[in-house]
């Protein structure tokens, strides 16, 4: 012991080794040198096959990107709002804004000034002078970089060349990411920050025996960075989060084992360095973004509905500003509903006496929805008297928390609600209206206006004041839905009261104030509302996650998640009659169908494995063990995360929903590839124990069988790709016998086949 140093790390002795063996001398010059030669002849090899599989990658996301000059699927959205952010108008969208943002850097970059509105699919881009390839093109080019960052990845995880060829090669070929990355929508962006996290996050790892160093720290931030890229450009890449969320806490687990020998105080710079960099740092790169839109996005435009007026008051030339008034006691207004937009209607014609489902009514005067503009929208707003301050002048401004009373100007009546079911829904209360000189029910005909966001102070405004009606008697809200009345009631819509008057769906909205001019401003660009940018941001996520969760509506080509793995079905792009040409999104089938298999290999292997040492028994060796458990393992989480929480959505889903998890499914299969001709040579299963596993087969053997199987399932995967090209690039036409011929499933509905008994 008195020949060795010993020094303190992290709690615990390290004995260093004497100053003579640290300075000795190199005995076996040749086999460094030979070893360095190794070395470098691998980088060569390395850089040579990812110099190849970049150029392929980028011929075939370029290759015919001109075609077709029209607009294709998604572009319809995704290229208008790039539009919208040059001409600084407002928009509203379910997906955070930074790849809408790239793709507006783009069109400023190459003089667009977004006066094209991407209205309809199949729109002319020459026509229209809209720089479509160069808008098409940044897509592309991140999709094209999406095949040397699944290299990368798989060598950064410890994988030989081939290993990484394959994965790499695999993306490369696959129909779907090539179709989906090379026109103007957002999924490229999406799985290449996605991978650029993977990537980062590796590389971070590796540096753990570094700790807390400058590549430690600076891959660490990357990481942060990237995931906070990812998150900016869907929703999804919550995915992403939790996939690195999960590894990290593995990771702080690993380390908080005793047997590391970390201090508590260590252990704690460990977890603030993470708090720091994987979770702060995220959060300031997708406020940033929202940040810039808010900043860009100054005027008025069609996304101002969907927001606030308080919102909607901080853009120049918004309705808000221009043509909204106070209004008085007195006046005479119409009432919109804002989520039917109906008006508040009534007439002469009274409720009958029975119902269809034997129900007895009031048989008072129908207060009913009606969708167009009539005088018998029309109600006189009266102040309650006997509520109300009587100093008040008889003209006030009617403010947040005021009494009313609303008389119906044609039928000189007040309207009422009273404990009397409604026709459709008997658990909610009629609206009916009382004449306005009977005071026997006046308790039944007040009702107090509550603002949305207002006080003591605030002021009853047409257009921006979102206001609720509650029965000063029973409580209830003012509301409609969707669903028609009978005959009896011209088909108009139901108005009730609404027991859960703190509804959103409660909310109306004064349209115009009777007899007054509201089309000229008093001034000509009023002076704009400020709004915290917090509270700008926190509306717009409430927003965002509330529309997303309601795009419940049916298409078409919308397929659900236990298809995609399979390829049950695709989704048409585009459309050429004259040609017979379409651009029809399907993925690779060959690739697809085996990274499935993949996926139940590893987790068989696996479970095998994990029962076999129940009973003593190791038939894996430990190094193939550890890289399926790590690298397979995480690969395998990550499709999982990625494509699970699908499942538990309720919204109408697409197969491009599934192309995160396909590139980790992929990465499956390399490490599956890799298992079974590599590793296995290399590491003979044993059933007899843990033992050293004997090399029995050369090196040289194994090289071969690897080589020749990556080759054969590559190029098999090459052909398949060439073979349903036509349907990726949207040429050359087919002709319906060669659709017929392409449809391996009969669930592909594609265009232009021929019907069975003529195929």
Known sequence: MTDHKVRQRHGIQVMEPPDSVQNAPILDEKKTIGQTKTNTKKRIVSNSALAILTLLSFITRFWKIDHPHQVVFDEVHFGKFASYYLK???????????????????????????????????????????????????????????????????????????????????????????????????????????????????????????????????????????????????????????????????????????????????????????????????????????????????????????????????????????????????????????????????????????????????????????????????????PAKIFIDPSRPEDDFVKHGDYILLEHINTESHLLTHDVASPLMPTNQEFTTMPKDDDSRYNETVFQVLIDDGDSDTKWKTKSSYIRLIHFDTKVALWTHDKLLPEWAFKQQEINGNKNNVEKSNIWIADQIVGKNVTKPLTPEPPKRRLPFFAKFFELQRLMLSHNSGLTKPHPYSSTPVNWPFLVRGISFWTNNDDKEQIYLLGNPFTWWISVGAMAVLVGVLSADLISRRRAIHPISEPVRNRLLNSGLFFFMAWFIHYAPFYLMGRSLFLHHYLPALICSYMVAAVVFNFMFVDSVNYPISVTGPRKAPRIVAKAVVRDITVISCTILLTISACVFYYFSPLTYGTPGIEPAGIRNRMWLDSWDLHFQPKRHDA
């Open 88 to 382: 600084r108008t407002y928009y509203f969208d379910v997906h955070p804004p930074l790849a809408k943002l790239m793709l507006a850097g783009i069109g400023l970059f190459l003089g667009y000034d977004g006066h094209f509105e991407f209205d309809n699919i199949g729109d002319d881009y020459i026509t229209n002078d809209v720089p479509y390839i160069g808008l098409r093109s940044l897509p592309a080019a991140l999709g094209a970089l999406l095949v040397p960052l699944t290299y990368m990845i798989m060598v950064e995880s410890g994988y030989p060349i081939i290993t990484a060829i394959l994965a790499a090669g695999l993306v490369l070929f696959d129909n779907a990411l090539i179709c989906q990355t090379r026109l103007i929508l957002l999924d490229s962006m999406l799985v290449f920050f996605m991978l650029c996290t993977f990537y980062c996050y590796i590389r971070f790892y590796k540096y753990r025996l570094r700790e807390f160093s400058n590549e430690w720290w600076v891959w660490m931030i990357a990481s942060g960075v990237t995931l906070g890229l990812t998150l900016s450009v869907k929703l999804v890449g919550l995915f992403t989060v939790l996939t690195i969320g999960i590894a990290v806490i593995v990771d702080l687990w690993n380390l908080l084992d005793i047997k590391r020998g970390l201090t508590m105080e260590h252990f704690k710079k460990h977890f603030y360095a993470r708090v720091i960099g994987l979770i702060i740092v995220p959060i300031l790169v997708y406020l940033f973004w929202f940040y810039l839109h808010f900043a860009i996005l100054n005027t008025s435009g069609p996304g101002d509905s969907f927001m606030s007026p308080a919102f909607q008051e901080t853009l120049q030339g918004n309705v808000m500003s221009l043509e909204s008034l106070e209004i008085r006691f007195n006046d005479t207004i119409t009432l919109k509903h804002k989520s039917t937009s109906v008006f508040l209607h009534s007439h002469f014609e009274r409720y009958p006496l029975r119902y269809n489902d034997g129900r007895i009514s009031s048989q008072g005067q129908q207060v009913t929805g009606y969708k167009f503009e009539d005088t018998n929208n029309y109600w006189l707003i009266k």
